[in-house]
């Protein structure tokens, strides 16, 4: 089994910077891949960036590219999501998702999920 934790929500304005933190534990895959997604109320939860072990591959929405960054610390076994220049409609509860992926961009694709942490961000 995996368990994933994530921390580093919070509130800030907009232009502002936040790190999130994605803290795994237990058996990797074959294919291990873990992404970040979000959801806002009453909306569907939405592919926000994803990492791949094999090949080095990641992987961003277009909604967030030149803004966001995913990165690991292979020894920490964390995954962290650097988010820069936020803007209102960012504002989510953000998941870290982990498994033996396929299809990074896909939510269906991922077996493990954390609590989720909420962002906020002010105009």
């Known amino acids: 089994q995996v368990q994933l934790v994530e921390s580093g929500g919070g509130l800030v304005q907009a232009g502002g910077s936040l790190r999130l933190s994605c803290a795994a534990s237990?058996?990797?895959?074959?294919?291990?891949?873990m992404g970040w997604f979000r959801q806002a109320p009453e909306k569907a939860r939405e592919f926000v960036s994803a990492?791949?072990?094999?090949?080095?591959?990641?992987y961003y929405a277009d909604s967030v590219k030149g803004r966001f960054t995913i990165s690991r610390n292979n020894a920490k076994n964390t995954v962290y999501l650097q988010m820069n220049n936020l803007k209102p409609e960012d504002t989510a509860v953000y998941y870290c998702?982990?498994?033996?992926?396929?299809?990074?961009?896909?939510?269906?694709?991922?077996?493990?999920w954390g609590q989720g942490t909420q962002v906020t961000v002010s105009p």
């Open positions: 990492m791949c072990w094999s090949g080095d591959s990641t």
């Open positions: 998702a982990a498994g033996d992926v396929y299809i990074a961009t896909e939510e269906y694709d991922y077996d493990y």
């Open positions: 237990g058996r990797t895959f074959s294919r291990y891949c």
